[in-house]
């Protein structure tokens, strides 16, 4: 077989692996690697040439900043203060609730801003007498478009100014991706509001994230504390505990008041089915719940524990306090890291590495909490699925794939070449990730700009905002997937307001783009 038929055979392996869902990402990135290196495509440097490229450590280091501001309750904070001037008008609150998760996006991570503001939504769409199913969707679309905001906003972008830089001589700004994300998030935003009461089912959903925000005042009538109990702030919260079976505190003596072993965990009640116990009854057995008290890094290390069942995650409930401990911090280094990259030339990689190690050195974020916060699994897919793009450069892979859209007719025009690369990376990434399907796409969208003769950041560019399109089924991006269960989806649900958002989103990248970034420059 030819070096092409191998590389095209590996990318069918490789697609299939991914829409399967049977194969771990990571894993399948991998063997991406593997193959190219085993087929003779690659040596062995170049098939593992991802895992040194510097624009995965300024991703690894972007999920660390990303994790600072939800920890230390800053998210929740803007969250909070945004969201609850909306009242219980639809159009201000879908206006708010878009342009906050927006705003996050850009800022940390699609994920994170989603997974911040679930529980938040979720409790002004009740207080707003609204079905959750009516803000949920929104909310994960809106942070896909606030992606566009901003380099730091997604892998991709980053992916796609790197491209920029190597094939088109500069790369993007840090604020110039808005150009196109200011125009497909107010589209978004518009039609929601317009169609989004129409699009979108009404339907009550029987299990609803908790309030955290009442957390506290639960537990104290729960477990009959005083009135004046701090349970929750910048420093210290509660967990509470199961002890599930062959546990190793079982038949341990525990009463109100104590300190676990390590004295770093105060027990400040005890119950069994729902009942206090207390005196010789007080003997942990199987079933049992306990109320305990501790700093918040001590609260995470204990659910780790095989001894205990943690209730409600530490991590979740720490990011109910508003401008928790270390926020100051976090938005300074934060503001530090978005004026670098602004205005000096220095290099994304590096400044991301310094804003991440600043994070670690003012006490932001413990070591393990920073290592934790990398999504591994993100890093490996873009650091296993790069050799597959040097494969379709080195073996000209790209320029036939790019010679047969230009044959069947688009080299009439850039804007039909630019509107079938469109196509096909929103189809593509409706069915695996938009990381590795930005991989796959962009030596093809370069060597389409070099066969015609053209400019390639409008095909770069045009690249980013159709593989932001992912608005089909609740498994094209994992903001999607966490909707899901909150706003009572079913599958079918998505593509109903996800094909006009779809639609628009390819409209912007054939022809907004190109308005901007001109194929003749």
Request: overall charge neutral; glycine content about 10%; some cysteine.
């Amino acid at each position: 077989m030819s070096p092409i038929a191998v590389t095209l055979a590996i990318l069918v392996v490789a697609v299939i692996a991914f829409v399967s869902n049977r194969v771990p990402l990571a894993v399948a990135a991998l063997g991406v690697s593997i193959l190219l290196w085993a087929t003779g495509v690659l040596t062995m440097e170049e098939a593992i040439a991802g895992f040194g490229d510097s624009t995965v450590l300024f991703i690894a280091s972007l999920f660390v900043v990303s994790h600072s501001l939800e920890v230390t309750g800053i998210t929740s904070w803007a969250g909070n203060k945004v969201i609850s001037q909306g009242g219980r008008n639809r159009a201000v609150l879908i206006t708010a609730i878009s342009l906050l998760v927006a705003a996050l996006s850009a800022l940390i991570s699609i994920n994170g801003a989603v997974a911040a503001l679930v529980p938040v939504v979720v409790v002004v769409a009740v207080g707003a007498g609204m079905a959750p199913s009516k803000l949920m969707m929104p909310l994960a679309f809106a942070a896909t478009a606030g992606s566009l905001l901003m380099l730091t906003g997604s892998p991709v972008n980053i992916l796609v100014s790197n491209a920029a830089a190597a094939g088109g001589g500069r790369p993007f700004g840090l604020f110039e991706f808005a150009i196109a994300g200011v125009p497909a998030l107010v589209g978004t935003i518009l039609i929601v509001i317009l169609f989004g009461d129409r699009l979108l089912p009404h339907r009550e959903v029987r299990s609803l994230p908790p309030d955290l925000s009442a957390h506290a005042r639960t537990l104290q009538e729960q477990y009959d504390l005083p009135d004046d109990a701090k349970l929750l702030d910048i420093r210290k919260g509660v967990a509470e505990l199961v002890i599930p079976p062959r546990s190793e505190l079982i038949g341990l003596h525990v009463f109100p008041g104590m300190t676990t072993a390590e004295g770093n965990l105060v027990v400040l009640g005890l119950q069994r089915a729902g009942q206090d116990l207390t005196g010789p009854q007080s003997t942990l057995q199987a079933g049992d719940t306990l109320l305990v008290r501790g700093t918040w890094e001590q609260l995470e290390k204990q659910i780790r524990s095989p001894d205990v069942v943690v209730i409600d995650d530490p991590r979740q409930l720490r990011r109910a306090i508003p401008m928790g401990r270390g926020s100051k911090r976090a938005l300074t280094i934060l503001a530090a890291l978005i004026l670098t990259l602004a205005v000096t030339p220095a290099p994304p990689a590096m400044v991301g590495v310094i804003a991440a190690v600043a994070l670690v050195a003012t006490g932001v974020l413990t070591p393990d909490q920073a290592y934790r916060s990398i999504s591994w699994t993100t890093v490996i897919l873009i650091a296993g699925m790069m050799p597959l793009s040097t494969a379709f450069i080195k073996t000209g892979t790209a320029d036939l794939i790019a010679q047969l859209v230009i044959g069947a007719g688009a080299g009439s025009s850039p804007y039909i070449a630019l509107g079938v690369l469109c196509l096909m990376t929103a189809v593509l990434g409706q069915l695996i990730s938009n990381t590795a399907t930005i991989l796959i796409m962009l030596p093809i969208g370069l060597s389409l700009a070099a066969d015609l003769q053209v400019s390639p950041l409008p095909f770069l560019m045009g690249l980013a905002v159709a593989g932001a399109a992912a608005f089909l089924t609740p498994v094209a991006t994992p903001a999607n997937t966490m909707v899901m269960d909150p706003g009572g989806y079913r599958f079918g649900d998505y593509w109903k307001l996800g094909l006009p958002l779809l639609l628009l989103f390819l409209v912007v990248a054939v022809f907004w783009v190109p308005l901007w970034w001109p194929f003749q420059p």
